[in-house]
């Protein structure tokens, strides 16, 4: 049974501690800065001991592994103190809010040879894994990322900090899917607003052409459209696969495991248990690795540092 340490529990968090209660881990110790919380949560999952000082809990423990599912603004430094551990770490996306603070991880994880795998469940969604098995010849993809801010900005539990970086906290999500489907990038021209609208046409090494449209305050749902060779692949929602031939269409939901669960979030945390199970040394596709998380990041701030020229 691997032994791991979870760092945080909030929302997201109990997402996770729900795929671990059905995988063989076990939650060796949980830290919360507000310890009563986690003391809640016990109550649901076994949690093992509970900290409010998670260098404590480093400190007195013995893991296989650690997961980092705190809070956006705080995530690159709890990360870079678990790397001292020098077991595998899941920890929940984005890896930072810069690319600064992503290469920061990036760096150390290179340097004590440490597995880092940030969690874009989406890439393990049964939707997008059906996606990917579809598409035959790319032709183009079309992203668009609408944002409910007016909504999002009157939550308490997201602080400036976190409004300031939402591009990266919560673009990183279609952006990522983009560059899962398209490949590497070649070329990108953008044309955004900062925390207005975000747009981006992007051609791949391959030859794919993508564009890229995140338009703030838009009640729309994120979709997805691939166009290949012979097929439209269509997912609006994301939960939702629509394929489209010259046969007809086949309509696709979510699977079993992504109606019980946070889609896409049972493969991924599957993925990383085995993974540790295997000793695998490196974070392959689907599953992203810190370096392929940095990318990303990358890629997006040549949208954002568009943005804030305007």
Not at 245 to 252: A, I, L, R
Request: aromatic share 10%; proline share 3%.
């Amino acid at each position: 049974m691997i032994r791991i340490g979870v760092l945080g529990t909030g929302d997201i968090a109990v997402k996770h501690l729900e795929v671990f209660s059905e995988l063989d881990v076990e939650i060796v110790a949980t830290y919360n800065r507000t310890k009563s919380r986690a003391e809640k949560l016990a109550e649901k999952f076994q949690l093992g001991k509970i900290y409010g000082d998670y260098k404590l809990m480093l400190k007195e423990n013995k893991f296989d592994a650690l997961c980092v599912f705190v809070a956006s603004n705080i995530i690159k430094d709890v990360t870079l103190d678990c790397l001292d551990y020098n077991v595998p770490i899941l920890m929940e996306k984005p890896a930072g809010i810069s690319v600064a603070q992503g290469k920061e991880i990036l760096e150390k994880a290179d340097e004590k040879n440490i597995p880092v795998m940030v969690g874009f469940n989406r890439r393990f969604m049964s939707t997008i894994m059906k996606a990917k098995e579809e598409m035959d010849e790319l032709i183009s993809i079309n992203v668009e990322a609408p944002e409910r801010w007016n909504q999002i900005k009157q939550k308490p539990k997201f602080n400036e900090e976190i409004l300031a970086s939402w591009f990266y906290i919560n673009g990183c999500h279609c952006l990522d899917l983009m560059k899962y489907f398209g490949g590497k990038i070649k070329t990108i021209n953008s044309n955004s607003e900062y925390q207005k609208y975000y747009r981006a046409n992007v051609e791949f090494e391959e030859g794919v052409i993508g564009q890229y449209q995140s338009v703030y305050d838009n009640p729309g749902n994120w979709n997805i459209t691939l166009i290949t060779k012979n097929k439209k692949i269509s997912l609006n929602p994301l939960e939702k696969i629509t394929i489209t031939t010259k046969e007809g269409e086949q309509v696709h939901e979510l699977s079993e495991l992504d109606t019980k669960f946070k889609p896409g979030f049972f493969l991924q945390n599957k993925y990383f248990i085995d993974s540790i199970i295997k000793n695998r040394e490196q974070i392959s596709q689907p599953a992203v690795g810190i370096k392929e998380a940095v990318e990303l990041m990358e890629f997006m701030k040549q949208i954002e540092s568009d943005s804030k020229s305007n």
